[in-house]
């Protein structure tokens, strides 16, 4: 794998953990016996189905988005991740858990409170990979408009 593709998905996975640690703390589990397990099948829950379907949607590119039309792409396929593993990860997460149901109604707040971390965390890595690259990307073509001007005999 190449170092954007594992970066992503390390970041992915960091951003699931943390969504599931403030998610602990919001309901006052983090104290509960079994919050260590119920975290990892928590994280495991929520960032399986996003990389499979990041990976699938082809949301982790071989290199980084650097151009404009990269990065929406890259964001786009993203939210489409995103929004098809948000209800199946809720699935997997009561399958894993041993619950009976899911109530659709956690995918709202679900899509809402993952939002900021999943694609918050992808929007800036987008961006700043982008802006890394930007200088020489603006560079080259400098370059080729003045290439292209000397071999026309434009000046």
Same mark, same amino acid.
């Given at each position: ?59 982790? *590119? =071989?290199? %980084? ?6 990065? /929406?792409?890259? &964001?786009?396929?993203? @939210?489409? #991740?995103? +929004? ?24 709202? *707040? =679900?899509? %809402? ?6 694609? /918050?965390?992808? &929007?800036?890595?987008? @961006?700043? #990979?982008? +802006? ?24």
């Amino acid at each position: 794998m190449r170092a954007f593709p594992r970066q992503l998905l390390i970041g992915d996975v960091l951003a699931a953990a943390a969504f599931v640690v403030v998610g602990q703390i919001f309901h006052n589990t983090l104290a509960a016996p079994d919050a260590a397990l119920r975290a990892i099948l928590q994280i495991a829950s929520i960032g399986a189905p996003f990389a499979l379907l990041a990976w699938a949607l082809g949301a982790y *590119p =071989a290199r %980084a988005p650097v151009m404009r039309a990269d990065v /929406g792409l890259f &964001l786009w396929r993203s @939210l489409l #991740a995103w +929004l098809f593993a948000v209800p199946a990860g809720l699935f997997l997460r009561a399958w894993l858990l041993g619950q009976p149901t899911v109530l659709m109604a956690f995918v709202g *707040p =679900a899509l %809402a409170s993952s939002a900021p971390f999943v694609l /918050g965390w992808r &929007l800036i890595y987008a @961006l700043s #990979a982008a +802006l890394a690259h930007g200088g020489k990307v603006e560079r080259s073509r400098r370059y080729n408009s003045r290439h292209e001007r000397a071999s026309t005999g434009a000046a």
